[in-house]
Structure formats: structure tokens, C-alpha cells
């Protein structure tokens, strides 16, 4: 007989965690929700279910799981890298693991992360299990259409992005008119959006990729109505995503908010 699944969601910022936590529970899957970034009150759910923690502490929180009986885990929401390039707040736990990294890159860490979670008999789930729906699509998604040369930038951006997102860089760019204007790296999505909408005034078009072998239990890309928002402050006129392989949060708002700033976003 199989083993019932009793999954553990570790959490960090953003309604995707709320929509995967909520989905889970309906279904009696959900043991425990661990939330190491953002608040605990948007997930609507009782304090023995909801529990915050700083997420250096893994010898509290893998105790915590198994006090749960927790078997699964999934991982889900933004997670600030700072914390684990300073290592403020890490117990020796988490020190001593830390120290096996050849560097911290992304795919690093979380193989650290991975082989820890094996260790206490707990299996890492895909993000995207749950939440297949929440996948982009290909093709144009909102009303605006692309202009100009726009779909250009998108297609020499995305080339760029996919190869920077591969090198563990990061997964977003901004472009315009066959220029780059800013590359993500460790100041996350928001912050490039920000600093090449500067640059590029309006018109610029941000491409965000996955890895070429993304592990889709770590870090599937996403976009939703934040970042709608930094882009129509910035004013940025598109997004493109790599479709099939990221995350659109929201999907229903974050495309009506697109539609109110004129902004396009398409899958490619």
C-alpha cells in the first residue's frame, strides 16, 4: 500500500504558497505550513496549521516537520538570497550543511537543500504538481498586442535570458531596440525592472527564462501583478515569458491589471 502523502509546504513571499496551501488542505494533503518570509495570516488557516520561522534555523524546522509526521515537501515563494550569502541567523545545523556548497549558486544550494530533506525521509515534490494550471501559456494574453519591434526584443531577450538563467545569474532582462539594458542577478526581478526601465524610458520589454535543465522542485520562475506593477511604474511595454516553464501568478488579476497599464505579456 502506498504511502499517504503528508506534505509539508515551506513558504516564502507571494499568493502562490496561499493558492498551493489552500488547494492542499481541500484535498487532506496539507500537514503543516512553514513560512520563512512574508506573513502568516494571508494563508487564512489555524496557528497549529501556519507556522513562522527564520529560515537559518533547519534543525528547528526539519524538527518541526517530523513532530508533523511530514513526508513530502514542497517549497514554494520568494525567498531573499541575502540572508544565505551573509548567513546571519544560521544554526550549526545549517552551518555545517552549508559548508558542503562549492559555491552558492542556486542549483548548489538547493541540492544542499535536497539531500538534507532525504536525510529526515522527507522527498522534495515538483513546485508545479499542485499547480499545473498556474503554468504560462503560449502566445499573446492580453488585450494589447505586440508593437513595433517588440516581438523582436523579445525574441533576442529571451535568448539572452535563457543563457544568463542557465549560468545562474539570473532569469529576467531588459531590452529595447536590440540593446541590453539590465541583467538580473542577485537583487532579484523587481530591481532589473527598475533599473532598466530607467534607462530605456518607455517602450523597453523585460524576457524571463528557466534554466535549460530547470528542476522544477526549485525556483520555477514566476511573474504575477508585482510584477506588472514595477513594470508600469518603470514603463516597461511588455513582458515576455518562456512558456510551459514558469509560473503566472494570478493569472485572471495579473492580466487585467496588464490590460489597465497597456501592457502586453505573452508566452514564447
Given at each position: 500500500m502506498a504511502e499517504a502523502e503528508r506534505i509539508g509546504l515551506i513558504a516564502g513571499d507571494g499568493t502562490l504558497p496561499v493558492t498551493l496551501a489552500r488547494r492542499l488542505e481541500a484535498q487532506g494533503l496539507l500537514a503543516i505550513v512553514i513560512v520563512l518570509q512574508g506573513n502568516t495570516e494571508r494563508f487564512g488557516l489555524g496557528p497549529d496549521l501556519v507556522i513562522g520561522m527564520p529560515p537559518g534555523m533547519i534543525k528547528r524546522i526539519l524538527k518541526k516537520l517530523k513532530a508533523y509526521n511530514v513526508n513530502r515537501i514542497i517549497m514554494l515563494g520568494t525567498i531573499s538570497k541575502q540572508g544565505f550569502i551573509e548567513r546571519k541567523g544560521f544554526d550549526l545545523y545549517a552551518l555545517k550543511a552549508f559548508k558542503r556548497l562549492r559555491n552558492d549558486n542556486d542549483m548548489t544550494l538547493f541540492g544542499i537543500i535536497n539531500e538534507t530533506f532525504e536525510e529526515w525521509g522527507m522527498t522534495v515534490l515538483p513546485q508545479d504538481?499542485?499547480?499545473?494550471?498556474?503554468?504560462?501559456?503560449?502566445?499573446?494574453?492580453?488585450?494589447?498586442?505586440?508593437?513595433?519591434?517588440?516581438?523582436?526584443?523579445?525574441?533576442?531577450?529571451?535568448?539572452?535570458?535563457?543563457?544568463?538563467?542557465?549560468?545562474?545569474?539570473?532569469?529576467?532582462?531588459?531590452?529595447?531596440?536590440?540593446?541590453?539594458?539590465?541583467?538580473?542577478?542577485?537583487?532579484?526581478?523587481?530591481?532589473?525592472?527598475?533599473?532598466?526601465?530607467?534607462?530605456?524610458?518607455?517602450?523597453?520589454?523585460?524576457?524571463?527564462?528557466?534554466?535549460?535543465?530547470?528542476?522544477?522542485?526549485?525556483?520555477?520562475?514566476?511573474?504575477?501583478?508585482?510584477?506588472?506593477?514595477?513594470?508600469?511604474?518603470?514603463?516597461?511595454?511588455?513582458?515576455?515569458?518562456?512558456?510551459?516553464?514558469?509560473?503566472?501568478?494570478?493569472?485572471?488579476?495579473?492580466?487585467?491589471?496588464?490590460?489597465?497599464?497597456?501592457?502586453?505579456?505573452?508566452?514564447?
Amino acid at each position: 500500500m502506498a504511502e499517504a502523502e503528508r506534505i509539508g509546504l515551506i513558504a516564502g513571499d507571494g499568493t502562490l504558497p496561499v493558492t498551493l496551501a489552500r488547494r492542499l488542505e481541500a484535498q487532506g494533503l496539507l500537514a503543516i505550513v512553514i513560512v520563512l518570509q512574508g506573513n502568516t495570516e494571508r494563508f487564512g488557516l489555524g496557528p497549529d496549521l501556519v507556522i513562522g520561522m527564520p529560515p537559518g534555523m533547519i534543525k528547528r524546522i526539519l524538527k518541526k516537520l517530523k513532530a508533523y509526521n511530514v513526508n513530502r515537501i514542497i517549497m514554494l515563494g520568494t525567498i531573499s538570497k541575502q540572508g544565505f550569502i551573509e548567513r546571519k541567523g544560521f544554526d550549526l545545523y545549517a552551518l555545517k550543511a552549508f559548508k558542503r556548497l562549492r559555491n552558492d549558486n542556486d542549483m548548489t544550494l538547493f541540492g544542499i537543500i535536497n539531500e538534507t530533506f532525504e536525510e529526515w525521509g522527507m522527498t522534495v515534490l515538483p513546485q508545479d504538481k499542485y499547480l499545473a494550471d498556474c503554468i504560462a501559456n503560449t502566445g499573446v494574453l492580453t488585450k494589447k498586442k505586440p508593437r513595433g519591434g517588440m516581438m523582436d526584443d523579445a525574441v533576442f531577450g529571451m535568448g539572452l535570458a535563457r543563457q544568463f538563467a542557465s549560468m545562474d545569474i539570473g532569469q529576467s532582462i531588459v531590452v529595447k531596440n536590440g540593446t541590453v539594458l539590465a541583467i538580473e542577478t542577485v537583487e532579484g526581478t523587481d530591481e532589473t525592472i527598475r533599473r532598466g526601465g530607467a534607462l530605456g524610458k518607455k517602450g523597453s520589454v523585460v524576457c524571463k527564462a528557466a534554466r535549460k535543465n530547470q528542476d522544477p522542485r526549485f525556483d520555477i520562475p514566476a511573474v504575477g501583478a508585482h510584477t506588472i506593477t514595477t513594470m508600469a511604474h518603470s514603463g516597461c511595454a511588455m513582458i515576455a515569458l518562456e512558456a510551459g516553464r514558469m509560473f503566472l501568478v494570478d493569472r485572471d488579476e495579473t492580466i487585467r491589471l496588464a490590460d489597465s497599464h497597456g501592457i502586453v505579456i505573452v508566452g514564447v
